[in-house]
């Protein structure tokens, strides 16, 4: 396989577009809201997924309970940048863990 490498001064004729990327944006985004839910001690030893599409912060998962659910939603309102959240938790089945 051939990979094509550019001269250094090749970049000056393709110029970048100016600020990052919408697929930079939901990433930084998808990080913050991650890192926020794993620093809180109510989400942090949750099965939180966080997606990012479009700044619409996707929550997907299993918790222990409303509260979680809705605290976890509430941390991803807060991050600066996002525009929705979409909370799709599922709460965790009590009934299957008694004995």
């Not at 990327?21 to 966080?50: F, H, K, M, N, Y």
């Not at 998962?61 to 799709?88: F, S």
Request: proline content about 9%.
């Amino acid at each position: 396989m051939l990979i094509p490498w550019p001269y250094p001064d090749e970049g000056a004729s393709h110029p970048q577009p100016p600020g990052p990327s919408p697929d930079d944006e939901d990433g930084r985004l998808a990080a913050l809201v991650a890192q926020r839910l794993s620093s809180d001690w109510t989400t942090r030893r949750q099965q939180i997924v966080v997606t990012v599409q479009n700044r619409v912060v996707i929550l997907a998962g299993i918790v222990a309970g409303p509260d979680t659910r809705r605290v976890a939603g509430e941390i991803a309102w807060d991050v600066e940048g996002v525009v929705d959240v979409c909370n799709a938790l599922r709460l965790a089945d009590s009934r299957r863990f008694r004995r």
